[in-house]
Antibody
Framework: EVQLLESGGGLVQPGGSLRLSCAAS????????MSWVRQAPGKGLEWVSA????????YYADSVKGRFTISRDNSKNTLYLQMNSLRAEDTAVYYCAKIPLLIVVVPAVYFDYWGQGTLVTVSS | SYELTQPPSVSVSPGQTARITCSGD??????AYWYQQKPGQAPVLVIYKDSERPSGIPERFSGSSSGTTVTLTISGVQAEDEADYYCQSADSSGTYASWVFGGGTKLTVL
């Protein structure tokens, strides 16, 4: 059974940093691309970032480019999202999601399994 | 930036058919995917590649595509289908690859 467990969320001041983790199990982690998707309170889904199975290719939404960094440790079956220069508008539940591809092929990217999410609140 | 447009809400009575649309200029060239999200829960994939249904998803869920509009159809709606539904596709309009979601449609079962 595929399981994705996010951690690392919490309250952070504007301008601060936070690192999210996603522990994966139930599948061969290194064989699949992964992604982060967020959802602001009461709002819709927003794609944030994606990474190939090897970690060699990364992708970012314009809203986070230059501030967030996605990475993975295939030896630990763990996905990360380093978030710097956080803003109030980054407040959201952050979901880790599995992409059923090894290599990111743009038209075929979708999210077949999701974690339960971790809440990030950016406020002073 | 590229946008996918969904109606904010759709209401149907139990047993009827619900149709949720999603419009986007690139949809004739890109696959669409659909997710169901119930309150306090993570999204669940219900349709992939326009019309394919993942294992475990009831047959009453189906997807179709016509021009710049894709449609999620739920036949014989049940109370448990009440949820938010999001379409998703690729944005190939920019320099870098990215993916977008529609704004979501709240399905109310009357």
């Amino acid at each position: 059974e595929v399981q994705l467990l996010e951690s690392g969320g919490g309250l952070v001041q504007p301008g601060g940093s936070l690192r999210l983790s996603c522990a994966a199990s139930g599948f061969t982690f290194s064989s699949y691309a992964m992604s982060w998707v967020r959802q602001a309170p009461g709002k819709g889904l927003e794609w944030v970032s994606a990474i190939s199975g090897s970690g060699g290719s990364t992708y970012y939404a314009d809203s986070v480019k230059g501030r967030f960094t996605i990475s993975r440790d295939n030896s630990k079956n763990t996905l990360y999202l380093q978030m710097n220069s956080l803003r109030a508008e980054d407040t959201a539940v952050y979901y880790c999601a599995k992409i059923p591809l090894l290599i990111v092929v743009v038209p075929a990217v979708y999210f077949d399994y999701w974690g339960q999410g971790t809440l990030v609140t950016v406020s002073s | 930036s590229y946008e996918l447009t969904q109606p904010p809400s759709v209401s149907v009575s139990p047993g009827q058919t619900a149709r949720i649309t999603c419009s986007g200029d690139a949809l004739p060239k890109q696959y669409a995917y659909w997710y169901q999200q119930k309150p306090g829960q993570a999204p669940v994939l219900v349709i992939y590649k326009d019309s394919e249904r993942p294992s475990g998803i009831p047959e009453r869920f189906s997807g179709s595509s016509s021009g710049t509009t894709v449609t999620l159809t739920i036949s014989g709606v049940q109370a448990e289908d009440e949820a938010d539904y999001y379409c998703q596709s690729a944005d190939s309009s920019g320099t870098y690859a990215s993916w977008v979601f529609g704004g979501g449609t709240k399905l109310t079962v009357l």
